[in-house]
C-alpha cells in the first residue's frame, strides 16, 4: 500500500508499460501519459461530479483486503472543495465490507453517469473518514471514453438496507451469484499498485462477457485507450476488487481475490475482441447484500459491445 504523503511518480509504471510493449501499442499509449500528471478538478470535471449519483470505491478494508463499493447519493454527494480535493457526503453503508474504513490509505474512484455514457476516474489519498463522509486528496483526475457503458437511467429506490435480503460473507459463489454475473453486462474492478495506489474502473459488453468457470471467472479484454491502467497494475499486483450490480433489484455482489493477465492468440473461442487477451479472477473472499439503492428497469446496450464468441467445450 502506498503510505500518505508518498508523490506518484509521473507517467505510466513498469507494470503499464510493460502491457502496452506486448500490446504493440506503446506509440500510442506514450500520447496520453500526459493524463497521468498530477491531477486537478477544473470547473467542468467539477460540474460533472456535482451532478452524480453514483461512484463506486476501491480501497482496503481494516485487514488489508482490498474491495470496490458502491457510493450512492442524491446530486451533489460529489463535492468539490478544491481542485485537489474531493468530499464525498457518504460513506460505505453498514455490512459492507469497506465500512469504517481507515482514513491515510490510497483510494481509486470512479464515476459513471450512465445515461450519457460518461465516466471520471479520480485516485488519490483518503485524508479523512469521518462516519458518512469521505475527504480524498487527489492525485489523479481524468476522464475515459464511453466505450461498452450500457446506457441505463438510474432512479432512487427506497432505502430497505442490506439486511432486507441478507448479507451473506463467504469465500466461494453461490448459484445464485453464478447467476448475477452471466447475466452481467457491467461490473467495476478495483487494482492497485504498490507505489500508484489503487484504481477503479469500469468492464462492459453483451450480457454473459463474464464467464464462470472451476470456482472462479474470466472474461476477455476489449480495445480501449491502451493506457492498460487495469492491466498495468496487475502485471505487478494481483490484488483485485470486483462489484456486480442486478440494476433491477439493488442486489449487489462485491469480491476480493486475484487476478491475472492470459495472453491467447487472437481469435479463440471466448476471444470476442480479437485481442489475444483475457483476464482470470480467483475469489478469495466476497460479500452480496442489497447495497444499491439506485435501479433502471431498461438497459440500452452500447454499440461498441462485440459478439460472444463461442467458448471451449
Known sequence: MTHAGLPRTAGFHDGELAVQRRAGVGGLAARLSGMLAPGRLSGGAAQFLAGRT???????????????S???????????????????RTSPAEGDPLHGLAAGQQVGVI????????RFRVNGTLADADTGALTIDVDEAFGNCPQYIQQRH??????????????????ALSPRDVE????????????THAERGADASHRGGSAGFVRVADGGLWWPDYQGN?????????????SAALLFADFTTGRTLQLSGRAAVDWTAPGVPGDDDRTGRRVGFTPEALVAGDFLPLHASDVGPSPHNPELTDLPA
Request: glycine share 12%; aromatic share 8%.
Open 154 to 171: 438510474l432512479t432512487p429506490a427506497p432505502p430497505v438496507g442490506p439486511a432486507a435480503g441478507g448479507v451473506r460473507h463467504g469465500t
Open 180 to 191: 448475477l454475473i452471466r447475466r452481467s453486462d457491467t461490473f467495476l474492478i478495483g487494482t
Open 111 to 118: 464515476v459513471i453517469e450512465f445515461a450519457t455514457r460518461r
Open 54 to 68: 453514483f461512484a463506486a470505491l476501491t480501497a482496503r478494508d481494516r485487514n488489508g483486503r482490498l474491495w470496490i
Open 70 to 88: 458502491p457510493l450512492t447519493g442524491p446530486a451533489g454527494f460529489l463535492a468539490v472543495e478544491d481542485p485537489t480535493t474531493l468530499g464525498v
Open 226 to 238: 491502451n493506457m492498460f491502467n487495469t492491466l498495468g497494475n496487475l502485471a505487478v499486483d494481483p
